[in-house]
């Protein structure tokens, strides 16, 4: 895959990821009130469609992730949408390294918790059968995969990587 077609992705997940921020991810921390109703229905629908309770009825753990999504990724995401729909904006790896290894190792007790918690069925019921956690952890996946593929970007593009050949030839 070529390097554009990588920063084109990139850009797509950090400019889509705003509004999935502050319209769906931010209602598991703010007051019900700040949001309208359609957005309401439209989470419930999701943790209903989808079986995520965490959502609805988040762990204190889950909170605090999304708490770190507020405060920390969010002023980054419009940041990093630039710099990639820009391309070869090199000042961009070591924020995107940080961004990409923090969400990643947030993502890894999100997709076990999905896979091996014995979720109640009330209030909110969660995945039972192995489809239905499978069927979850694909709506999850994304956030961890395109993560790695970033992080794989900065650290191997010799585009990102300031020790790139033309740079150590220099030396010699």
């Given amino acids: 895959m070529s390097l554009r077609v990588l920063e084109i992705i990139f850009f797509f997940y950090f400019a ?5 921020t502050l319209f769906i991810d931010l209602q598991a921390l703010l007051p019900e ?3 309208p109703q359609p957005l309401r229905d439209l989470l419930r629908w999701y ?13 204190h753990w889950f909170k605090s992730f999304i708490l ?9 995401f419009p940041i990093a949408a630039y710099a990639f729909l820009k391309g070869g904006c ?12 923090h969400v990643a190792t947030t993502l890894v007790p999100i997709l ?10 009330k209030p909110y019921p969660g995945p039972q059968t192995m489809h239905e956690r499978l069927w ?7 956030y961890l995969l395109i993560p790695v593929m970033l992080l794989l970007t900065m650290l191997m593009s010799s585009t990102y ?3 790139s050949r033309s740079a150590k030839s220099k030396k010699h």
Avoid: G
């Fill in 161 to 163: 990587n300031s020790t």
């Fill in 136 to 142: 979850l952890v694909s709506i999850y996946a994304p």
């Fill in 16 to 20: 889509s990821h705003i509004p999935i």
């Fill in 47 to 59: 943790a209903e469609d989808f079986r995520d309770p965490m959502v609805l009825d988040p762990p």
């Fill in 90 to 101: 090199k000042w961009i790896r070591t924020p995107a390294i940080v961004y990409s290894t």
């Fill in 33 to 35: 009130h700040v949001y």
């Fill in 68 to 76: 770190c999504e507020a405060l920390v990724q969010m002023p980054f």
């Fill in 112 to 121: 076990a918790h999905i896979l091996f918690y014995d979720f109640p069925m």
